[in-house]
């Protein structure tokens, strides 16, 4: 992992983050107010679209960088001349650790982000009120719910190995005569996988490469779609982390678990109340691995003509 590149590629994904979260906010502060629990109208309806978005400017960096560092980190770690069947094992393993560090940085930065995008405070209030009232420990909340959602992702990522295993492992050993469907089911998943932490599941110059013309050249269209499935099928962990966020203090969401407000959820909506928000959940997630990969390998390009151009 030659250090000039692995620089540029975190920086690529830096800034490809933050593009994709600031783009696609809009579609976020909606998701949001749809999950609120009094109600799309009164959390703010379409107006304010962009509450709440420097925390999450400030938060966006930092968090894309958390994840590229400990996912490049661990797949070197775990680097071997190994059976190509443990490939998407090592990725997985390396998202899921890369997941749980950059939670520490995305959560605290939800958490005030979707506050914002619910009420007329600022988000330097919002921030005051919550050391003020519950201290650190009230940054934290839906922490357990978020990297819930996103290892559920890589479940599913892992299911899809098994039984697309002998596809997979095929079109690992000929990924470079092109893209087929297996390689292109993998590639969807694996940025569905790190999508909600600014879509750094793909930073990593091996995924760079081998996804990108998955979606620039059309060989398949159908990347988009299946982000967009993965996206609804965690939809409900999405409306649990929502709800324990927003939840007022001493509440019992506020202080239970996923499956507590899940139960909550369904008792006073029903399956609707638990896919709240899950079209522009969708939409965004979707779009974000186009804006994302455009950004990533736009901003690469700069950076290493930049290097170039030096003495």
Known sequence: MDSPGFTTSLLAGGVAGVTVDLVLFPLDTIKTRLQSPQGFNKAGGFRGIYAGVPSAAIGSFPNAA????????????????????????????????????????????????????????????????????????????GYKSTVLREHLKLFSLGIVFFIFKKRLIRSWQTVARGPNPAHSLFCALVLEAGSCGGFLAVSSLWSFRRCKGLYYTGED????????????????LDVAKTRIMLAKVGSSTAGG??????????????????????????AAISLGGFIFLGAYDQTRSLLLELGRERP
Do not use: N
């Open 66 to 141: 958390a994840f590229f560092i400990t996912y490049e980190y661990v797949k070197w770690l775990l680097h071997t001349d190994s059976s190509p069947y443990l490939m998407p094992v090592k990725h997985m393993l390396a998202a899921s650790a890369g997941e749980v560090i950059a939670c520490l940085i995305r959560v605290p930065s939800e958490v005030v982000k979707q506050r914002a995008q619910v009420s007329a405070s600022s988000t330097v209030q919002i921030f005051t009120d919550i050391l003020y009232q519950e201290g650190i420990q009230g940054l934290y909340r």
């Open 221 to 236: 269209q159908s990347g988009g779609e299946k982000c967009g499935f993965a996206a609804a099928v965690t939809t409900p």
């Open 257 to 282: 678990g996923v499956l507590s407000a899940l139960r909550g959820v369904w008792r006073t909506q029903g399956l609707p109340g638990l896919f709240a928000g899950v079209f522009p959940r969708m």
